[in-house]
């Protein structure tokens, strides 16, 4: 009877000790390659398989792999190849079909699809990149996230299996402004949390397109449109003045002069004294300043795609140098990271002078016609 007992009591310890199934808010449905789970109990680098169980406070972590959730409302996320997401919340009443979800993707490409939480209480979603914060209504979108936050946000169709689609509409804040995406395929950029949004654009590419290659190399109309905003902004700069703050009309100066010294205010040729010719040489001057410190800034080298078009990646041990123009014509150069070059390329209208890159005076000139 003892032996019975102790029996029983192993048995009833080990259902104990066994985690709840009702504290699973998911399960992965998908996992290709190698990922891991950081556990909120401080268990590191669970191995991602399909049917793992998820749960709230986890942070999933791909390498080269990628990994599918669906959440018990049939959200759905799909994680691309080194990229970071923290699930930080999730509660969900499958009688009501309400609920809570918040998550923060932190690098990498994520993939969302709404479920039931986001049509019934699209309130209580919370998706956050270290940029942005979008505000979901019933649809899918990605975001890619670079190593310095800055965020790429496209609207994506919801198609359902017999292949038909609706378009959704999301909301993406900064600390600056909002933009709202409502047709698919329009993208909005955040690259500094205290940045406006960039005005969205449409892109014309397929969903199996949007990945990590966002971040090397931007789609031309994301370029164009930060190019023009850059360019706003910077005469904006330029001419620092708020004329809402302009207050000299309110000033009755007959009240605060004598006749004569009015008078002689009025007397001033300020054409004769090359006065316009002053303010303009000095503004100028300031412009020029600001658009050489801008320009030296950009000179400044690293992987990506920057504002000429100019395609950098760090392939240890070579740099490789790309530069395609919207003829489709190409320039490819891989260079020894240990060496330093000066470029001077003239390709069809575009023309860059003294590109450096690293340090040494090797000097590379290229002309390529069509």
Not at 121 to 150: C, H, L, W, Y
Not at 250 to 259: G, R, W
Request: aromatic letters at 6%; one cysteine or more.
């Amino acid at each position: 009877m003892q032996v019975i007992n102790f029996i029983i009591g192993v048995i009833l310890l080990t259902l104990i000790s066994l985690p709840a199934k009702s504290n699973s808010i998911g399960d992965v449905t998908i996992s290709q390659g190698n990922s891991v789970i950081d556990r909120k109990d401080g268990e590191k680098g669970v191995k991602v398989e399909e049917d793992l169980d998820v749960f709230s406070f986890d942070t999933v972590k791909t390498g080269k792999g990628k990994v599918a959730i669906e959440f018990l409302d049939d959200t759905r996320v799909d994680i691309t190849e080194h990229s970071k997401l923290l699930i930080d919340d999730f509660v969900y009443d499958p009688n009501s079909q309400t609920g809570k979800l918040s998550l923060k993707a932190t690098l990498g490409t994520i993939k969302y699809a709404s479920g039931q939480i986001a049509k019934n209480s699209a309130q209580n979603i919370s998706i956050k990149t270290p940029t942005a914060t979008v505000s979901v209504r019933g649809t899918d979108f990605t975001m890619t996230i670079d190593e310095v936050g800055s965020s790429t946000i496209i609207l994506l169709p919801s198609c359902d299996t017999t292949g038909a689609c609706l378009v959704g509409e999301i909301a993406v804040d900064s600390a600056a402004g909002q933009v709202i995406l409502n047709q698919a395929f329009q993208v909005t950029v955040v690259d500094t949390i205290q940045s406006n949004p960039m005005k969205p654009v449409i892109l014309d590419l397929d969903e199996n397109m949007i990945n990590n290659l966002l971040i090397v190399a931007k789609p031309k109309k994301i370029e164009q449109q930060q190019e023009k905003e850059e360019r706003l902004k910077q005469v904006a700069n330029a001419l620092d003045l708020d004329f809402l703050k302009f207050d000299d009309l309110d000033v009755d100066l007959l009240d605060l002069e004598t006749e004569d010294e009015f008078a002689s205010r009025l007397d001033i040729d300020f054409l004769e004294q090359n006065f316009l010719l002053d303010v303009l040489a000095e503004l100028n001057k300031q412009l020029a300043l600001k658009m050489q410190s801008e320009f030296d800034k950009k000179r400044t080298k690293k992987a990506g795609q920057d504002e000429f078009g100019i395609i950098l990646l760090d392939e240890e041990p070579q740099w490789v140098w790309i530069r395609e123009d919207e003829a489709g014509n190409r320039i490819t150069l891989r260079l020894d990271q240990e060496q330093g070059y000066t470029l001077n390329v003239v390709q069809q209208g575009f023309e860059i002078i003294d590109y450096s890159l690293g340090e040494g005076d090797n000097e590379i000139y290229i002309n390529q016609n069509q």
